[in-house]
């Protein structure tokens, strides 16, 4: 079993830096116009050829309220009209990607994200399903990956009941903090009996797994009221938690303009409430995966972790690793072999390209070979928290030393201050670095510089 994480508060201060979550490498920052929707066919006919496992993300991008600690791509609107439009692209995007694959190539791992998924009525959720079903490899046995983000308030038990009928077996509820103060302060105003109604209906229904998203340094919070908030949850049992830190970035992020910054919580009192959350979670029996992700012993993703098997992509940790994820909808990023694309952003612009049958592919990147390398290192590291550099050898005929030997001295001051040790073989992420890996996967960023690290969150 892995270590569990060791509080510092000293390397904490000196090596929490702004940088990428590693969702991918290199990182959405890179992507450029010149990749289009002919690179991705030709990135599906390769995934056809080999018949590789299928995971599907489909963004609804709806939502009814906005909240305004949110970053995501979405619509805010009280239309819900506005949605069948938008389904009938989508279902004109299932069929012109559908069209270049194999029947044979099983979706193993399916997930609905947002904007509000639940945005969507019960027909419209009918309609879009039997839609994927008909155009791709859907497993009806109940063994696949499949997956909805819940917000409370736009669902209810028969909205519960009709995602299990459909095939759902995953869930993700987004509750974020159970202050009214905070809520009030980010627009987001939940009952704890709201999010309560929801989990017990997932387990009633025999979902297979809930996870619940939180997020600390929101206005207002206090680390006793965030305690509050961590013990709340606990108590109901979720197999994940993601606890995410939030980044005030306003310049990128225009919701996050109506956040009055002064009632934002410290440096100080941000790193009490990760330090509080760590201490609850693990006394309740909770693993730390990495990069704000908790999961009992017996989640799926905890055994792959013990097993060196866990990945990690544009949908976070996964055990779908293996399989060629195909974005659809509004703003949705594919990987297919060595090919990221993304589909315009812009509502508008996505209908208007499917409209007139073109893909709405607008820019992506085509990974080389020194990509394809740090994609491992930095993939071991942030998984499992050790690098076996002789396997890295063997896969890519480099010796490890003498290819990062630019990094070495950056890796030496690390190990020297106690994040990292390092041996003939291995890199191993300490206890006290696990909190940290992000900064020590950075050390492999040849694309991260002083300009764009801004763009991105502080690790904590």
């Given at each position: 079993?892995?270590?569990?994480?060791?509080?510092?508060?000293?390397?904490?201060?000196?090596?929490?830096?702004?940088?990428?979550?590693?969702?991918?490498?290199?990182?959405?920052?890179?992507?450029?116009?010149?990749?289009?929707?002919?690179?991705?066919?030709?990135?599906?006919?390769?995934?056809?050829?080999?018949?590789?496992?299928?995971?599907?993300?489909?963004?609804?991008?709806?939502?009814?309220?906005?909240?305004?600690?949110?970053?995501?791509?979405?619509?805010?609107?009280?239309?819900?009209?506005?949605?069948?439009?938008?389904?009938?692209?989508?279902?004109?995007?299932?069929?012109?990607?559908?069209?270049?694959?194999?029947?044979?190539?099983?979706?193993?791992?399916?997930?609905?994200?947002?904007?509000?998924?639940?945005?969507?009525?019960?027909?419209?959720?009918?309609?879009?399903?039997?839609?994927?079903?008909?155009?791709?490899?859907?497993?009806?046995?109940?063994?696949?990956?499949?997956?909805?983000?819940?917000?409370?308030?736009?669902?209810?038990?028969?909205?519960?009941?009709?995602?299990?009928?459909?095939?759902?077996?995953?869930?993700?509820?987004?509750?974020?903090?159970?202050?009214?103060?905070?809520?009030?302060?980010?627009?987001?105003?939940?009952?704890?009996?709201?999010?309560?109604?929801?989990?017990?209906?997932?387990?009633?229904?025999?979902?297979?797994?809930?996870?619940?998203?939180?997020?600390?340094?929101?206005?207002?919070?206090?680390?006793?009221?965030?305690?509050?908030?961590?013990?709340?949850?606990?108590?109901?049992?979720?197999?994940?938690?993601?606890?995410?830190?939030?980044?005030?970035?306003?310049?990128?992020?225009?919701?996050?303009?109506?956040?009055?910054?002064?009632?934002?919580?410290?440096?100080g009192q941000k790193l009490e409430m990760l330090?509080?959350?760590?201490?609850?979670?693990?006394?309740?029996?909770?693993?730390?995966?990495?990069?704000?992700?908790?999961?009992?012993?017996?989640?799926?993703?905890?055994?792959?972790?013990?097993?060196?098997?866990?990945?990690?992509?544009?949908?976070?940790?996964?055990?779908?690793?293996?399989?060629?994820?195909?974005?659809?909808?509004?703003?949705?990023?594919?990987?297919?072999?060595?090919?990221?694309?993304?589909?315009?952003?812009?509502?508008?612009?996505?209908?208007?390209?499917?409209?007139?049958?073109?893909?709405?592919?607008?820019?992506?990147?085509?990974?080389?070979?020194?990509?394809?390398?740090?994609?491992?290192?930095?993939?071991?590291?942030?998984?499992?928290?050790?690098?076996?550099?002789?396997?890295?050898?063997?896969?890519?005929?480099?010796?490890?030393?003498?290819?990062?030997?630019?990094?070495?001295?950056?890796?030496?001051?690390?190990?020297?201050?106690g994040l990292i040790e390092i041996d003939a073989?291995?890199?191993?992420?300490?206890?006290?670095?696990?909190?940290?890996?992000?900064?020590?996967?950075?050390?492999?960023?040849?694309?991260?510089?002083?300009?764009?690290?801004?763009?991105?969150?502080?690790?904590?």
């Open positions: 079993m892995l270590d569990t994480i060791r509080w510092d508060s000293d390397l904490i201060r000196r090596y929490d830096l702004a940088g990428p979550r590693y969702t991918s490498y290199p990182t959405a920052v890179q992507f450029n116009t010149r990749v289009g929707a002919f690179d991705l066919l030709h990135a599906l006919r390769d995934s056809r050829k080999a018949l590789r496992p299928l995971s599907l993300y489909v963004h609804v991008p709806f939502c009814a309220n906005i909240c305004y600690y949110c970053g995501c791509n979405k619509v805010i609107t009280k239309d819900r009209g506005r949605s069948q439009p938008y389904l009938q692209r989508l279902e004109q995007e299932f069929q012109m990607i559908a069209c270049h694959l194999d029947p044979r190539q099983i979706v193993e791992q399916l997930h609905l994200g947002g904007g509000t998924p639940t945005f969507l009525s019960h027909d419209e959720l009918r309609q879009l399903m039997a839609q994927l079903r008909k155009q791709f490899n859907l497993l009806d046995d109940d063994s696949g990956d499949y997956g909805i983000e819940i917000d409370p308030r736009e669902a209810d038990w028969s909205t519960m009941g009709l995602l299990r009928e459909l095939g759902f077996n995953r869930i993700s509820v987004g509750v974020q903090d159970l202050d009214p103060q905070v809520q009030r302060a980010v627009n987001r105003l939940q009952s704890l009996d709201e999010t309560r109604a929801i989990i017990e209906a997932a387990r009633t229904l025999q979902f297979r797994s809930l996870n619940i998203d939180l997020i600390y340094g929101l206005p207002k919070q206090t680390p006793t009221s965030f305690a509050h908030t961590v013990d709340e949850m606990i108590a109901l049992q979720p197999d994940r938690l993601s606890v995410f830190n939030y980044a005030h970035l306003p310049e990128r992020f225009m919701p996050q303009r109506r956040i009055n910054s002064a009632e934002l919580p410290g440096p330090q509080r959350t760590i201490e609850q979670l693990t006394a309740a029996g909770y693993r730390y995966i990495g990069m704000d992700h908790f999961a009992l012993p017996d989640d799926e993703l905890a055994i792959a972790q013990e097993e060196s098997t866990l990945q990690r992509n544009f949908q976070g940790y996964t055990t779908h690793g293996h399989c060629d994820l195909i974005g659809l909808g509004v703003s949705a990023i594919s990987q297919v072999g060595d090919l990221y694309s993304q589909n315009s952003n812009d509502l508008n612009d996505y209908q208007t390209l499917l409209a007139s049958d073109q893909l709405a592919t607008k820019r992506g990147l085509h990974c080389s070979a020194d990509d394809r390398l740090r994609r491992a290192v930095i993939q071991q590291l942030i998984c499992h928290f050790s690098l076996n550099m002789a396997g890295i050898e063997y896969a890519f005929n480099i010796d490890f030393r003498g290819y990062f030997h630019e990094l070495w001295p950056q890796l030496e001051t690390m190990a020297s201050d073989r291995e890199i191993r992420v300490l206890p006290a670095g696990r909190l940290l890996v992000r900064s020590v996967c950075m050390v492999f960023d040849v694309y991260l510089n002083p300009h764009n690290r801004q763009l991105f969150s502080r690790v904590i």
